[in-house]
């Protein structure tokens, strides 16, 4: 009979994936509209840039990003991060998940 290991074993994630974080902008001019539409607007940008099309900008401030991920549509707000996928995909991690999961990859990686 073969023996089965039923026990749970540890993994490491080692795929690199790129992700900016929704902020708060800080700027000097009065024509920002909300407080956080430069980050929105710079995200958005990422992602369109990538031949992604399935977010909205949602929110009439602060903010924020309603991204179709694998899992449905999600809505990611500032303090979240919104993460690239190593095919393209997009999703959305809470800022407190972010910081338990991921490490900063060197540039070579």
Excluded: C, H
Aim: charged share 25%.
């Amino acid at each position: 009979m073969t023996d089965i290991n039923l026990r749970p074993a540890r993994f490491r994630k080692v795929a690199v994936v790129e992700a900016i974080q929704i902020q708060t902008d800080i700027a000097d001019s009065e024509e920002i509209v909300s407080d956080n539409s430069l980050s929105v607007a710079a995200i958005s940008g990422w992602m369109a840039g990538n031949n992604f099309r399935d977010f909205k900008v949602i929110g009439d401030g602060p903010f924020g990003l309603s991204i179709k991920s694998l899992e449905g549509w999600v809505d990611a707000y500032p303090g979240d991060w919104v993460v690239k996928g190593s095919v393209g995909e997009f999703w959305r991690v809470r800022g407190d998940i972010f910081a338990t999961t991921y490490a900063a990859a060197a540039e070579d990686d």
